[in-house]
């Protein structure tokens, strides 16, 4: 496992870690109902041509935040590039970035401005197919707090990255960890319901979870030892998967 592979599994643990965020997870048949066109109870209902529905709306919907993503990657990286004669100072200013959205998801530390909301807010969605995807950019576009220093982290370490197509690729599999679980939930909707009111209790960990996670790769990227990490995995990694990667 190099040091890219082991970005694109803290990439993807983000992304998911981003949907599970009380941002997110509680908007989620909001978000299913506005991009549909549908009611609650007819997404519940799961016919067949209800599920069609979701699906081209959810892919759509997807490709509307990926798009703002991987542009914002893509636009980390080149700015990373630019700077790779102090390619270490990067890294460490990348690290201490990392660390305070780290500590402030752990609410151990406050941000200047960090209680206010970004998030765009559409009050009635564009019609058709096009409308969809650009709900889509409008979520990318504009984040709420707790979302925000996830995002920043993964915007932080596609910096640090040796390219853009590299940064692209960090930003697209972050989407990724949010996208597949956000199409599945509003597929099974009714499953997801019950499985929110049972679990809602511990979204609150999920933020610390993400704080855990920033400060653990913050820390890396400060001592020069993200590489190092990397490689140490890549010797228990079988041979087979080794390849794949």
Known sequence: MQAESLGLAVAFTAGVLSFLSPCVLPLIPSYATFITGMSLDELQEGDGRGRRAVLTHGLLFILGFT???????????????LLSYASRWVEIFG????????????????????GREWRVHVADK???????????????????PCIGPILGGILTLAATRGSVAEGMGLLAVY???????????TLLIDRFLGAFRRFRHLLPWVSRASGVLLVAVGVLLLSGSFSTLAALLARYTPDALQKRL
């Open 95 to 114: 690290g201490g970035l990392l660390v305070v959205f780290g500590l402030y998801l752990l609410g151990v530390l406050r941000l200047p401005g960090a």
């Open 126 to 144: 564009p019609v058709g197919y096009l409308g969809t995807v650009l709900v889509g950019v409008a979520f990318g576009a504009g984040w709420t």
């Open 175 to 185: 989407s990724a960890g949010l996208a597949v679980p956000f199409l599945l939930a």
């Open 67 to 81: 798009t703002v993503f991987i542009l914002l990657g893509a636009s980390a990286t080149f700015l990373g590039a």
